[in-house]
């Protein structure tokens, strides 16, 4: 009676996950990120990708939201290799971290740099500090856009 019962609902869990709708997402819909740059101003957290979307909102939650509601396709977060956080100390680490792998390479950065190439940038030179190392953004090392490239420094620039 109990293997009865035990073949019984394995059925029943075959079938329910067989028949019910699941979210499927054509390959061709999707959006890999590799570089995502967040910015904090005035009560607003601004998103940016290399893919050339961007999200804004009251926190992290609502500008990821925004990003995703504006994006041609599906973004695919599970690509990004490096963050780049705008010069801010606004930027909520912590909630950041519900979104990006703790594994992810960390810089600074000066606000409009140019994400495809600074991706490209980062690729050959790598920040030394990980999402999960980082505990201000002022760990970070800077990622500053010159004439002839970038470069990564590891304090800021005298202004």
Known sequence: MRKSIQYILYGLTLLVTLVLPAERTDVGELLPVELVSVSAAGGKVTIRTDTGNSG???????????????????????????????ESKEIPLENLRQYLKSGIRVCRGEEGLNLEEAALYLATHRPQVRLKELNTVTDAPVLVEMENGFALLKKDRKK
């Open 56 to 86: 804004t909102g009251e926190n992290v939650t609502r500008a990821y939201r925004d990003l995703e509601e504006s994006a041609s396709g599906k973004i695919f977060l599970d690509t990004v290799d490096y963050l780049v956080l705008e």
